[in-house]
């Protein structure tokens, strides 16, 4: 029987308003060890900003980073999955989109998200992707 992305997804996803800083944004990826931070307002997904969003769009770009908003360069445009869905759905979806998180959904409410290292651990936890995504991040 198929997993369902309810059992491989990291649950309680981090998340921040649109008008939050690309500095706090920052710091909280920090805070959680994490690569990506979820852009909602009201419990409403709006976005995602990852990382590498951060650099290409923003320090890249000469951006203030203390004032630029994360509305300014985060995804709009989103994959989504619902708890329901089952984990070869996310690998599809990953596949099609080439993308390497996709956010978890309730609705328009954030639930949790689904990594590729996620997938890598529920595959073959003895891969080389499953041991690094097993690893505690580094600071």
Known sequence: MARKVSEVMTPAPVA???QCSLVQAAEQMRR???GDVLVA??????GLVTDRDIVVRAVAAGRDMAATPVSEVC???L???TPADDAETAVRLMRE???RRIPVVDGDRPVGMVSLGDLALERNEHSVLAD???QPPTT
């Not at 307002?41 to 709006?46: I, K, M, P, V």
């Open 16 to 18: 921040v308003p649109p």
């Open 32 to 34: 959680h060890g994490i």
């Open 41 to 46: 307002e009201d419990d409403r997904l709006c």
């Open 75 to 77: 995804s709009p445009e």
């Open 79 to 81: 994959v989504t999955l």
């Open 97 to 99: 989109h080439a993308v």
């Open 132 to 134: 690094i995504s097993a």
